[in-house]
């Protein structure tokens, strides 16, 4: 699998082995391995407000058209060897979880969300969330990365609901 940039003055082709990207196409998460000079061609042009044609190739050799996220990325580098360099891009998108639905309960505790939450519920909010399309798996390769939009009072609402119906349980030690 491998990524392919295009623009006004350059353009280059590069090896990478993860790739998430939302069914808007807003690349995700990006894992790539290659020449260091490359690679921070395509961090420079990531992070810039540079015109380009950012495409994603399949193991098919089958193109799908991605774009940048506008929230930026946190980039992470590592030299493989000599002149080979692994980069990762990560979205700074705050409903990004980078570890997938795995990830969940531990996204529901932390900020922006206020609603309490048992960690025996988070199978039922996993359920009830991609049910109202809260929280999807994002599309891609080699990672498993899903992105959740649910707000507080949609919380607020599932445990309401859970309660009544009786699938969320309040035991008798809290």
């Known amino acids: 699998m491998y990524v392919r940039y295009t623009t006004k003055e350059t353009q280059a082709r590069i090896e990478c082995d993860r790739l998430a990207h939302h069914d808007d196409g807003r690349v995700m998460v990006l894992s790539c391995h290659g020449p260091q000079q490359t690679l921070r061609g395509l961090s420079a042009i990531l992070t810039s407000d ?25 980039t992470y580098k590592h030299p493989l060897c000599q002149g080979l360099w692994q ?73 309401s609901d859970g309660i009544r119906n009786g699938a969320l349980k309040i035991s008798d030690g809290f």
């Open 50 to 74: 540079t015109k380009m044609r950012l495409e994603w190739y399949d193991e098919d050799d089958c193109a799908t058209e991605i774009a940048k996220d506008g929230s930026g990325y946190r």
């Open 87 to 159: 980069f990762l891009w990560v979205s700074k998108d705050s409903r990004l979880l980078v570890a997938g639905k795995e990830a969940l309960g531990q996204a529901l505790l932390g900020d922006p969300f206020t609603t309490p939450v048992l960690p025996d519920w988070v199978p039922y909010f996993q359920a009830a969330l991609e049910e109202d399309g809260l929280l999807i798996a994002l599309s891609g390769e080699g990672c498993t990365s899903a992105y959740l939009t649910a707000s507080s009072e949609d919380l607020d609402r599932l445990v």
